[in-house]
């Protein structure tokens, strides 16, 4: 079966509940009116706000001459204009998510508690499930804050393994401890070692999660190796090995296919480690959750506390390099600043060191150029560079522009 085009409403207001409608004959029409496709109660809309067509593997959105005017990705546009996918739509005062195929969301809730799972991380989640049922170690590649470690866990889950999962960043052992780290010593191994159990040990019985395992070095490898191979573990320092049953997961922010063609990563062990690979997408690829992140902070300081649409919708288009730990930290900064200015609205302004895309603010002539072009009318320059307007004054400071001297005389 085909992709199925359609519109997942991300958020009216500050209220997150989710869902999806697909097209209904290739377009769909949004508006307060019962009669429209997708009819949201939305004071702030127009009875027949705008149209979103999917024509020809394109998007269109039309603006239907609404009063309070539709935007894509921030910009407000007159008429019809064409859409990536992925975009964000705001219409009133509800965010729309154009996508490709919203089968994901078929079945899907939100979670009342715990942490954020979206609909596509939460079929990367399931597969790693499976793959904990089966026995089969398991991959997570992904970039760095995506949730591997959570995703780690629904693979211990799945395994049904009672003992908790024991889990380390290879990419902080240092070198010359990780041997002991992960497969233990005897007394009398080096000067001054006692016995210690190793995390092969310690895992027994469980899963060891081996984040970052691309980090360790040859040698490290070549002993992971034949515990995988063997299921035995030799201490440093012992003289026979000790049978231990352990689930693995592993996860690196590298490609180890390259790193295996580079020669930094042995290709029996990756043949080893990688029987089920699972890629959890970058959180900017998975935009959905993001307003679900925004209500999960805001629930940790009562009902008082709600974030204005134009917040979400500027929280669902920064590329958020870190992931969800870096968009967690700017939440969590963006709330007490709202606090301490005696507001009960999160806004735009609220989010600390909010990063310009990286080409913008290394081009000191883009900013100046895009500034000329608009006349001096830095909302229209922010625009033209895709970014908010308190991110080009933030930028202007950076790069020390002086904002009074790019006004038109």
């Known amino acids: 079966m085909g992709r199925i085009p359609g519109v997942v409403v991300l958020a009216t207001g500050s209220d997150v509940r989710q869902r999806a409608v697909r097209l209904q004959g290739g377009r769909l029409v949004i508006g307060r009116d019962a009669q429209a496709t997708l009819a949201i109660d939305d004071a702030r809309l127009s009875r027949a706000h ?6 020809r593997g394109t998007w269109q959105v039309v603006d239907l001459g609404s009063r309070n005017g539709t935007s894509i990705d921030g910009h407000r546009i007159r008429g019809a204009q064409t859409a990536a996918s992925a ?33 596509r991380m939460q079929a990367s989640i399931v597969a790693l499930e499976r793959a904990g049922t089966r026995g089969v170690p398991a991959f997570i590649a992904g970039e760095t804050g995506t949730g591997k470690e959570l995703a ?3 693979y211990h889950r799945g395994t049904g393994r009672d003992r908790r999962m024991v889990a380390v960043n290879c990419a902080s052992i240092p070198e010359s401890l990780a041997e ?55 201490p440093l320092g012992a003289t026979a090995s000790r049978k231990v049953d352990v689930r693995v997961c592993c996860a690196s922010h590298r490609d180890l296919q390259e790193a295996v063609e580079a020669g930094r990563f042995r290709e029996d062990l990756y ?45 669902c288009l920064l590329p958020w390099h870190g992931n969800v730990r870096e968009l967690l930290g700017e939440l969590e900064c963006a709330v007490h600043t709202a606090l301490d200015a005696g507001s009960d609205v999160l806004r735009v302004e609220h989010l600390p060191n909010v990063e310009a895309p990286r080409a913008v603010a290394a081009d000191r002539e883009a900013v100046l150029t895009a500034i000329a072009g ?9 625009r033209a560079l895709g970014l908010h307007r308190t991110q080009l004054y933030r930028l202007l400071e950076k790069l020390g522009i002086d904002r009074a001297a790019t006004r038109d005389p």
């Open 374 to 382: 608009s006349h001096g009318n830095l909302a229209a320059a922010a």
């Open 50 to 55: 705008a149209q979103i067509g999917w024509v």
């Open 180 to 234: 002991r780290l992960l497969f233990g010593s005897r007394r009398g191994a080096f000067s001054g070692a006692t016995d210690a159990q190793g995390l092969f040990e310690a895992a027994d019985g469980s899963t060891l999660f081996l984040d970052e395992v691309g980090e360790l070095d040859l040698a490290v490898q070549a002993k992971l190796l034949r515990v995988l191979e063997t299921g035995e573990v030799l």
């Open 271 to 315: 043949y080893r480690l990688v029987r089920r690979r699972v890629r959890l997408a970058a959180l900017r690829e998975r935009r959905e959750e993001i307003p679900l992140f925004v209500a999960h902070a805001l629930a940790k300081h009562g009902p008082s506390l709600w974030a204005h649409e134009r917040f979400i919708e500027h929280c």
């Open 87 to 119: 975009s964000v739509v705001r219409v009133g005062r509800s965010l729309l998510l154009l996508c490709d195929d919203v089968r994901p969301w078929d079945g899907w809730n939100a979670p009342s508690a715990g942490p954020v799972i979206g609909p």
């Open 152 to 154: 780690a866990a629904a």
